[in-house]
C-alpha cells in the first residue's frame, strides 16, 4: 500500500538559510498535517490543510510557511533558520470520511548548524 | 489542551502486561493511539470514537470511558517489539459545525520489554 513519502530524508543547513520539505500524501486522503518533533519529545501539531486550504496553525513560528498544491502534494518552507529548528519534521496524512486515523511519514531529519 | 498520559515510562520483562492511561480534562470527539520507535515516524494504532467503546488489535487493545474523557492502553503477554514510546492523541473539533478536527499528543509513555 501506498505510504506517505516525504523529501529530503535528511537536511543540513547553516543558521539563517533557507529550508523545503516536501510531503506527498497517501493518493486520496484530503488532510495534510505537519508535525514538529524534538529529541525525547511529542509531536508537536505545527500546521494542517484540507482540501488545499489551510484548516488549523499550531505552534508554527512566523518563520514558517506552508502550502498544499493541486496535486495536494505539501510544502513547508523555513526561512530564517535558528539553531533550535533542529528536529525531526514530521508530515501525516488523513482521509476526513475514513475516520481521520493520521498516517506518517518516515520525517525529515533537519539539522542547522 | 495536552491530554494527561501515564506512567511517563515502564519496563516489562517479555510477557508481562501493561497499562497506559490517558485522560483529559474536557470529553473529546475521539483518541487516537500511535507507537514511535526511536527515530522513526509514530505508527498508528488505533481509534476510539464512542464512550465505552473497547478495541482489540491482537494483543494490544484500548478502551474509551463513558464520559469520553479518558482511556486506557492494554498491552498483554507483551512481546520485544512492543517496545517503544506510546502516544495517545486526543480529538478535538476546530470549529462548530466543521470538519476540520485539531489532534494533540500527550507527552508519551516508554515502553521497554526486556527478554
Known amino acids: 500500500a501506498a505510504g506517505v513519502i516525504q523529501s529530503p530524508r535528511h537536511l543540513i543547513k547553516e543558521k539563517r538559510e533557507t529550508a523545503t520539505l516536501k510531503c506527498y500524501p497517501i493518493?486520496?486522503?484530503?488532510?495534510v498535517y505537519w508535525y514538529q518533533q524534538g529529541p525525547g519529545q511529542d509531536p508537536q501539531f505545527l500546521i494542517s490543510f484540507y482540501e488545499k486550504m489551510q484548516s488549523d496553525k499550531g505552534s508554527i513560528p512566523d518563520r514558517f510557511s506552508a502550502q498544499q498544491f493541486s496535486d495536494y502534494h505539501s510544502e513547508l518552507n523555513m526561512s530564517s533558520l535558528e539553531l533550535g529548528d533542529s528536529a525531526l519534521y514530521f508530515c501525516?496524512?488523513?482521509?476526513?470520511?475514513?475516520?481521520?486515523?493520521?498516517?506518517f511519514g518516515p520525517g525529515t531529519r533537519l539539522t542547522v548548524t | 489542551q495536552q491530554p494527561v498520559q501515564s506512567p511517563q515510562a515502564v519496563i516489562l520483562r517479555e510477557g508481562e502486561d501493561a497499562v497506559i492511561n490517558c485522560s483529559s480534562s474536557?470529553?473529546?470527539?475521539?483518541v487516537h493511539w500511535y507507537r514511535q520507535k526511536h527515530g522513526e515516524a509514530p505508527v498508528f494504532l488505533m481509534i476510539l470514537l464512542k464512550g465505552g467503546e473497547q478495541k482489540g488489535h491482537e494483543k494490544i487493545s484500548a478502551s474509551f470511558n463513558e464520559k469520553k474523557q479518558q482511556s486506557s492502553l492494554y498491552l498483554t503477554a507483551s512481546q520485544l517489539s512492543y517496545s517503544g514510546t506510546y502516544f495517545c492523541?486526543?480529538?478535538?473539533?476546530?470549529?462548530?459545525?466543521?470538519?476540520?478536527?485539531?489532534?494533540?499528543f500527550g507527552k508519551g509513555t516508554l515502553l521497554t520489554v526486556n527478554p
Open positions: 501525516a496524512s488523513s482521509a476526513l470520511a475514513g475516520g481521520r486515523e493520521q498516517y
Open positions: 474536557k470529553a473529546l470527539y475521539s
Open positions: 493518493p486520496r486522503h484530503d488532510t
Open positions: 492523541g486526543t480529538e478535538m473539533r476546530v470549529n462548530s459545525g466543521g470538519s476540520n478536527y485539531k489532534l494533540t
